[in-house]
DNA sequence: TTGAGATTTTGAATCATTCTAAACGGCTAA
DNA sequence: TTAGCCGTTTAGAATGATTCAAAATCTCAA
């Protein structure tokens, strides 16, 4: 069902994962691969069981080690919306993110360099900037599938 | 310890609750005064223990409720940043939050309501915002006390 | 003054996440 | 080859913010 990882994204993964002291592992591998099959912004509990497909008797708490991993070699963002399970995302890319109220949904939203620099300018001097979340809520209007 | 309401702040609460049905209490009346009193952008169990020095026996549930209340009728705002506590803000302007990393403070950023208009432009054309989250997440250099 | 409805209170329940400790796996030095 | 080391995985318990349930209390219009 779940394609494996090509070349490059399983050396993206190595590369990732050897910079701070890291392994690739089975379960690692499929996890990354769950991420990058659909770009949903899936919880834990839905990476968790579309591993499971793949690989039965992976655990909830290894899922939960695989995604804090690659949250700390820079490989995955967290993305949080009010008290919601914490959902997570491999595009790299700065982008915001909309979330359709009503049905749950969590789309990118590109974002121009050119916002970004003028949101840092609007901060006090002393104040240094380590990352910068952009979150929409809303609705999508029309018949639209996406 | 905490000044009252005065006769504009225990107005405008009353016309918000009153707009959605709800009466004024001892307790929201308490809630609120503890909000406005010192704007640092408490958690509910920080409103929960400024609260109890004027109102002991205040209950937690009731401060859990009175915010939800607060929120409900557009009174006051909730900050939310990973998977911290939630902290409520009385600030009714559109403006973004800072946490600084080193002290675990937000801080209130001004939003330029030309930043805002830009950030609407970027989404396409059947997305409607009804609420956008601008957080940045850093340190404050220097000997600064604020 | 009274009763209906709103609010408060206590304590239990929820549930995403974190923690603990034991089992596992691969790798290397002897 | 073997033994030990260390990072990883696993199951299950613990945590903690928040929500829920039910009973007590309060408010206010009639
Ligand atoms: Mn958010
Ligand atoms: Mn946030
Ligand atoms: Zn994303
Ligand atoms: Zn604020």
């Known amino acids: ?18 910079k701070s002291g890291q392994k ?3 379960q690692r591998e499929i996890v990354y691969t769950v991420l990058l099959a659909q770009r949903d912004h899936p919880t834990v ?8 497909e793949t690989m ?3 655990s909830l708490a290894t899922v939960y080690n695989c995604l ?5 070699c820079g490989l995955v963002r967290q993305v949080n919306h009010e008290r919601e399970s914490t959902r997570y995302c491999p595009n790299l890319a700065p982008h915001a993110h909309f ?6 949904r969590v789309h990118d939203i590109e974002l121009p ?3 970004l620099d003028q949101l840092t300018k609007i901060l006090p001097a002393n104040f240094e900037t380590e990352t910068i979340e952009i979150s929409f809520q809303g609705r999508t209007k029309t018949s639209n599938k996406n």
């Open 113 to 115: 360099k050119e916002i």
């Open 1 to 18: 069902m779940i394609q494996n990882l090509n070349k490059h994204e399983r050396e993206s993964l190595h590369e990732a994962l050897a």
């Open 68 to 72: 804090e991993t690659f949250v700390g």
């Open 56 to 58: 039965p008797g992976l």
């Open 99 to 104: 979330r359709d109220e009503s049905t749950g």
């Open 24 to 26: 690739i592992t089975p």
């Open 45 to 52: 509990d839905e990476v968790y069981h579309r591993a499971l």
